[in-house]
C-alpha cells in the first residue's frame, strides 16, 4: 500500500479527509481507513484542497454527514460520491 490520498477514521463515515496537495479531478485515491486500517479507492471527481473533506457515497440534502464517527452536520445540498464536500454544501445542526 503506498501513502493515502485519504484518511477516514471509521467505517460509517460519509466524508474523509484529503491528506495530499495539489488533488485533482480525475485522481484514483487510495483511502485508508484509520480505526482498523483498512483501504478502498475512490475517485475525486473535482478539485479538493489538501485539508477539505470528500464525499466518500452519494449524500442527499438533509441527510447527515459523518466524519471521524461523529455527526458534524447536514447536506444542505446533493453531494455526489468523490465531490468536494465543505461549507458550501454542509452546515452544522447547532445554527
Avoid: C
Amino acid at each position: 500500500m503506498g501513502a493515502p490520498h485519504l484518511l477516514v477514521h471509521e467505517k460509517k463515515d460519509t466524508v474523509g479527509v484529503v491528506v495530499v496537495e495539489g488533488l485533482k479531478a480525475g485522481t484514483d485515491m487510495l483511502a485508508v481507513i484509520t480505526h482498523d486500517n483498512s483501504d478502498f479507492r475512490i475517485t475525486a471527481s473535482q478539485d479538493i484542497p489538501i485539508g477539505h473533506k470528500v464525499a466518500l457515497k452519494d449524500i442527499k440534502k438533509g441527510d447527515t454527514v459523518w466524519k471521524y464517527g461523529q455527526d458534524i452536520g447536514i447536506a444542505k445540498a446533493d453531494i455526489k460520491k468523490g465531490q468536494h464536500a465543505h461549507v458550501h454544501n454542509i452546515k452544522t445542526k447547532r445554527w
